[in-house]
């Protein structure tokens, strides 16, 4: 079994920065590839970012990429999301998951842990 708790969201301003951390715990967490996803109001939660459980792989959704940072550091059992250049559209409910193997995933029914989601609201 592994837990999911996020934290680090907030209101900032269209252009600002914010960092999401997601701590784990659970015996499987540093064999186990880590994503991010998030939901907006009224919308259908959408994948953001993936890293396998090495660090050497990772995914970002167009939507994102050259904006937002992944990482994740297994001894701290610990994975973070970098998010610069916020735009109004990022705004939303992140949710950190762990995935069912080591290998990163699009794919939302390949992840089966999940926190309980952390908002972040951007103000243009």
């Known amino acids: 079994q592994v837990q999911l708790v996020e934290s680090g969201g907030g209101s900032v301003q269209a252009g600002d920065s914010l960092r999401l951390s997601c701590a784990a715990s659970g015996r499987a967490f540093n064999r186990l590839a880590l994503g991010w996803f998030r939901q907006a109001p009224g919308k259908e939660r959408e994948f953001v970012t993936t890293i396998a459980w090495s660090g050497a792989i990772i995914y970002y959704s167009d939507s994102v990429k050259g904006r937002f940072t992944i990482s994740r550091d297994n001894a701290k059992n610990t994975v973070w999301l970098q998010m610069n250049s916020l735009k109004p559209e990022d705004t939303a409910v992140y949710y950190c998951?762990?995935?069912?193997?080591?290998?990163?995933?699009?794919?939302?029914?390949?992840?089966?842990?999940w926190g309980p989601g952390t908002q972040v609201t951007v103000s243009s």
């Open positions: 998951a762990a995935a069912t193997s080591e290998m990163p995933t699009t794919r939302e029914n390949q992840y089966e842990y």
